[in-house]
T-cell receptor, first 116, second 112 residues
């Protein structure tokens, strides 16, 4: 079965540094998402992306965050100046179509970001 | 999207059926009921979804009450691999937001 792949599985960074998390969505999917999960808490929606534009974002997704599809296969989440509270598991997901049409979300295994 | 209420945790025995409840008393006629689960150290995965009628797939069954104010995810024969957090999410098909928001879910423990 096709899957969403995320690299690296674990990233350690210093506070204030920029970090880029990478994802390869399923190849025929057109809609891409980032979620995060702080240890022991719920999975939180960050942003959805389609056709090179953000289609939805949460209140968490502030100016410190950006997303990009730099080529035909990768989807990235950049955090410009990491804070301690950005430490979390970050999940990438993709869907073939718009979620409102009841498309299934396919998630990657996540990147554990540790900010020291 | 309307709110859902799930128990924080449930336990079951291996090879027995599990019924995971979800209350959604403010559900609207256009709310679909989605279930996802999150196995330990993994991302969430889709389980099943439905609108009014009961649904079955290879993973589970979804039983929807006649008034749609509650639903139950049924795992017919729990295995140790089914130990996970199960999320019940309502998604209104009318709304154009392209997001799916997760609540706290029910943590299912399966005992051997």
């Amino acid at each position: 079965e096709p899957e969403v792949t995320q690299t690296p599985s674990h990233q350690v960074t210093q506070m204030g540094q920029e970090v880029i998390l990478r994802c390869v969505p399923i190849s025929n999917h057109l809609y891409f998402y980032w979620y995060r999960q702080i240890l022991g808490q719920k999975v939180e929606f960050l942003v959805s992306f389609y056709n090179n534009e953000i289609s939805e974002k949460s209140e968490i997704f502030d100016d410190q965050f950006s997303v990009e599809r730099p080529d035909g296969s990768n989807f990235t989440l950049k955090i410009r100046s990491t804070k301690l509270e950005d430490s979390a598991m970050y999940f990438c997901a993709s869907t073939k179509g718009w979620i409102a049409t009841n498309e299934k979300l396919f998630f990657g295994s996540g990147t554990q970001l540790s900010v020291l | 999207d309307a709110k859902t209420t799930q128990p924080n945790s449930m336990e079951s025995n291996e090879e027995e059926p599990v019924h995971l409840p979800c209350n959604h008393s403010t559900i609207s006629g256009t709310d679909y009921i989605h279930w996802y689960r999150q196995l330990p150290s993994q991302g969430p995965e889709y389980v099943i979804h439905g609108l009014t009628s009961n649904v079955n797939n290879r993973m589970a069954s979804l039983a929807i009450a006649e008034d749609r104010k509650s639903s139950t995810l049924i795992l017919h024969r729990a295995t140790l691999r089914d130990a996970a957090v199960y999320y019940c999410i309502l998604r209104d098909a009318r709304y154009n937001n392209n997001d799916m928001r997760f609540g706290a879910g029910t943590r299912l423990t399966v005992k051997p």
